[in-house]
């Protein structure tokens, strides 16, 4: 069974930092690029940012609102993604959400996602 | 900048069909941009309906289906059923350096 689960919210002051992590199981974690995407409360869906595989570079890419300040990365080893949160600001606070992301000549599946993890941006 | 528009709320009665439509301000959705479909309930996390356009997932009811119409990517449930009371998103795929933007969500209200 695939399961995603996001750990390492909870509140922070502006410009702090914090570091999410999306631990993977039940599927070859290296085999897929992986997503993270929030939701600030009462508003909808936004993309954050992505990670390819390791066979295509492990590249990341970055919303606007966020470039400069957060950073993906993986460990598959481990079969966790990461996402560091740097010079955070209220307007960050939201739910964090990872999902699986499969990536083929004629697909793109956001198929499976976490569970979330509530950040709140607060002094 | 990038925005994809979908229709903020709609209305069907139970055993109906409606259509939620997802635009693009960059001009028609094409199959290049990859719409993804996602059903949210409150409280809970998004899940993937529908991706690659019409590509349904094992768990997608058969009563949900995907589609690309009048330059937009259009999911349309048929027989609709309570449940199905819901917010829905779609994603699309612009690939370069942010490569996916998702729409405002529709909350489908069914009554």
């Known amino acids: 069974e695939v399961q995603l689960v996001e750990s390492g919210g909870g509140l922070v002051q502006p410009g702090r930092s914090l570091r999410l992590s999306c631990t993977a199981s039940?599927?070859?974690?290296?085999?897929?690029?992986m997503s993270w995407v929030r939701q600030a409360p009462g508003k909808g869906l936004e993309w954050v940012g992505f990670?390819?595989?390791?066979?295509?570079?492990?590249?990341?890419e970055y919303a606007a609102s966020v470039k400069g300040r957060f950073t993906i990365s993986r460990d598959d080893s481990k079969s966790i993604a990461y996402l560091q949160m740097n010079s955070l600001k209220t307007e960050d606070t939201a739910v964090y959400y990872c999902?699986?992301?499969?990536?083929?000549?004629?697909?793109?599946?956001?198929?499976?996602w976490g569970q979330g993890t509530l950040v709140t941006v607060s002094s | 900048q990038t925005v994809v528009t979908q229709e903020p709320s709609l209305t069907v009665s139970p055993g109906g069909t409606v259509t939620l439509t997802c635009a693009s301000n960059t001009g028609a959705v094409t199959s290049a941009y990859y719409p993804n479909w996602f059903q949210q309930k409150p409280g809970q996390a998004p899940r993937a309906l529908i991706y690659?356009?019409?590509n349904k997932h094992s768990w997608t009811p058969a009563r949900f289906s995907g589609s690309l119409l009048g330059g937009k990517a259009a999911l349309t449930l048929s027989g609709v059923q309570p449940e199905d009371e819901a917010e829905y998103y779609c994603?699309?795929?612009?690939?370069?350096?942010?490569?996916?933007?998702f729409g405002g969500g529709t909350k489908l209200t069914v009554l």
């Open positions: 999902a699986r992301v499969a990536v083929g000549a004629l697909i793109r599946d956001f198929d499976y």
């Open positions: 690659s356009t019409s």
């Open positions: 994603l699309l795929y612009y690939g370069g350096a942010q490569p996916w933007v």
């Open positions: 039940g599927f070859t974690f290296g085999d897929y690029a």
């Open positions: 990670i390819r595989r390791k066979a295509y570079g492990g590249t990341t």
